[in-house]
Antibody
Framework: QVQLQQSGAELVKPGTSVKLSCKAS????????MNWIKQTTGQGLEWIGI????????SYNVKFKGKATLTVDKSSSTAFMQLSSLTPEDSAVYYC?????????WGQGVMVTVSS | VQMTQSPSYLAASPGESVSISCKAS??????LAWYQEKPGKANKLLIH???TLQSGTPSRFSGSGSGTDFTLTIRSLESEDFAVYYC?????????FGSGTKLEIK
């Protein structure tokens, strides 16, 4: 069965970066796009961007350009999202979700807390 | 595309039927999905293309609408249905979501 296993919670300091992972199993990793979504109490669910694991091609929400960088490692069927220059406003739960536009499988989410 | 979802909170009893509204700021054809969020579980795709049930979605769920106005209806609520529901448009990027509806047991 399709599973997206995300890495554990992160507590990070302002100004630093964090790299989140999403390990896929149960399907052909390179045949399905992967999205990343941010969830906060204030802003709700926000789409960050999408990556094509086969080609490495990406598309970002303009709001997150420069903040998020999406990559994949095909050998381990893992998608990554690096968040840079972290501020408290980046504190959120981050999800990976498979699909081109319809998000048919989601990871369990990972909480990132940015605090000194 | 801004998605306006209502109500934000809904209380109902098992066996009742409820409806959740989702309105798009411009026409999105039928490019709308509904998701269910439950604590400790991965979000679940319930409906896509406005009204097409995803495999495994119980038939008591139904979706309707096109253009700008959409509705999720749950008939004969069961205990497992009490959750948070989100709509999402995928007519254009960036993908955008409604603010969610929390369905609680009355």
């Amino acid at each position: 069965q399709v599973q997206l296993q995300q890495s554990g919670a992160e507590l990070v300091k302002p100004g630093t970066s964090v790299k989140l992972s999403c390990k896929a199993s149960g399907y052909t990793f390179t045949s399905n796009h992967m999205n990343w979504i941010k969830q906060t109490t204030g802003q709700g669910l926000e789409w960050i961007g999408i990556i094509n694991p086969g080609s490495g091609g990406t598309s970002y929400n303009v709001k997150f350009k420069g903040k998020a960088t999406l990559t994949v490692d095909k050998s381990s069927s893992t998608a990554f999202m690096q968040l840079s220059s972290l501020t408290p406003e980046d504190s959120a739960v981050y999800y990976c979700a498979r699909g081109g536009r319809i998000l048919n499988y989601w990871g369990q989410g990972v909480m990132v807390t940015v605090s000194s | 595309v801004q998605m306006t979802q209502s109500p934000s909170y809904l209380a109902a009893s098992p066996g009742e039927s409820v409806s959740i509204s989702c309105k798009a700021s411009k026409s999105i054809s039928n490019n709308l999905a509904w998701y269910q969020e439950k604590p400790g579980k991965a979000n679940k795709l319930l409906i896509h293309s406005g009204s097409t049930l995803q495999s495994g979605t119980p038939s008591r769920f139904s979706g309707s609408g096109s253009g700008t106005d959409f509705t999720l209806t749950i008939r004969s609520l069961e205990s497992e249905d009490f959750a948070v529901y989100y709509c999402q448009q995928y007519n254009e990027y960036p993908l955008t979501f409604g603010s969610g509806t929390k369905l609680e047991i009355k």
